[in-house]
């Protein structure tokens, strides 16, 4: 019984550690991660702009199931290959760009202008036709409008000099905008998209089963990169020996009792 019992608070331990998305950063109590709001409605109301300089409002855009990315254009780390694997597994996924969903990437950095929207785009489309290029729209907005949409799906980042530490995660909307599904990382799965496409399209909201690729960078100011954090991931590793400790310990009693 009690070999059962460490096993099962390690395990305890164990998700917790995975599943932790939020992350203090250098003692501050500004928290870097995604704090998730599944079935809340983002603010429709909200107005940014588009590739085009054109003043658009996500009401206006939001019709159809929409895969909801944060980014900012000039990000040194995890922006381009979180927006190379949305742009693979759109290629990838059994869907069609425009018909069954679409794809909207907002900059959180305020200072991103439409013409960088623009060029960031037509890095990341050269792989698709141009009939879909419509269907993924790159906005650019206020400080305000940001923190409001940011805050809403719960999107939590922080200045980091000229640059930001951020997750690497991409939120899933209803028509209605309603957040139904979080994926984490910085590539996906087509059958995960497509399910999560097909339940926002009923309005129904996943709970994330995976959480561990939610934030694994942290951006070091003082040396301008963005370094591992050894100190999590030997965490991870200490916690998963001894859960293979408790899982041999409780294999031994068994075959004890047997």
Known sequence: ????TLFFVLNVIAFSTFSQTPAQIDGDKVEVGVFEHLSDTIPLYLSF?????????LRSLINKPTVLSFVYFDCPGLCSPLLDGISDVIEKADLKLGKDYQVITVSFNYHDTPEKARNKKETFLRRHSKSRSAHWMYLTGDSLSIYKLSNSVGFKFKKAGVDFIHPAAIMVLSPQGKITRYLYGISFLPFDLKMAVVESGKGLARPTINRV??????YDPAGRRYALEITKISGVIIIFLLLMFGAVLLFRKKRTNL
């Open 1 to 4: 019984m009690k070999t059962f």
């Open 213 to 218: 690729l939610e934030f694994c960078f942290a």
């Open 49 to 57: 702009r588009n590739e085009n300089d054109s003043l658009v409002t």
